[in-house]
């Protein structure tokens, strides 16, 4: 198990549904992390938060909408989604954002699947 | 942002044997880190190793790092079926990333 919780573990949609995937750590950390991985490939970084603060977008879609309601919690609102969208999509905390300088602690992801 | 690149892309063995990967990246980093992702989960981070750092253990792992080369290599010494995974680099250079991964398949 790991200390980054990730809801809910699987999730298949319709490209007209509103979902969103919520992520929770309790170690006090102060920065959080969306990645989305396809299969048989890295992850790729979406969105950082620092102290709560968007700090990183990746130039994702505005189909993909992040919230950080406090330190501890994180979540990716979705809307409107294409099938190309299906992955792996990560929740990773770190203990501060220097630039890579802390080790990232993920959660075992969410598995989307747009229909 | 920075990207290593590991190789080799795939790599077997058998139960005992040693396990080296390989990571090569172009930019300077205030450190380099090693995450291990079992299929379907997550990936766990494994060992840490700063600029100034040349070697770093932890159990089984062994990870050298060579900044002259830009590169460093991560072991694993007798490995074990449940070694099998997707081994990836991450440059503490910025904006980290991770590259394409080396896939280890330890056969029992």
């Known amino acids: 198990d790991t200390e980054v919780t990730q809801t809910p573990k699987h999730l298949v949609m319709g490209m007209t549904n509103k979902k969103s995937l919520k992520c929770e750590q309790h170690?006090?950390?102060?920065?959080m992390y969306w990645y989305k991985q396809k299969a048989k490939k890295p992850p790729e970084l979406m969105f950082v938060?620092?102290?709560?603060?968007l700090s990183i977008n990746e130039s994702v879609p505005s189909r993909f909408s992040p919230e950080c309601p406090n330190s501890s919690l994180l979540n990716l609102h979705l809307h409107a989604l294409q099938p190309e969208d299906s992955a792996l999509y990560l929740c990773a905390s770190s203990q501060g954002w220097g630039g890579g300088n802390s080790p990232l602690h993920f959660g075992n992801g969410t598995r989307l699947t747009v229909t | 942002s920075q990207q290593g690149e590991e190789d080799p892309q795939a790599l077997s063995i058998q139960e005992g044997e040693n396990a080296t990967m390989n990571c090569s990246y172009k930019t300077s980093i205030n450190n380099l880190q090693w995450y291990r992702q079992n299929s379907g989960r997550g990936l766990v981070h494994l060992i840490l190793i700063r600029s100034n750092e040349r070697e770093k253990h932890s159990g089984r792992l062994r990870v050298t790092l060579d900044t002259s080369k830009k590169s460093s290599s991560l072991l694993i010494t007798a490995s074990r079926a449940a070694d099998t995974a997707s081994y990836f680099c991450a440059l503490g250079a910025g904006k980290s990333t991770f590259g394409d991964g080396t896939t280890l398949t330890v056969k029992p």
């Open positions: 170690m006090g950390h102060r920065a």
């Open positions: 938060y620092s102290y709560e603060k």
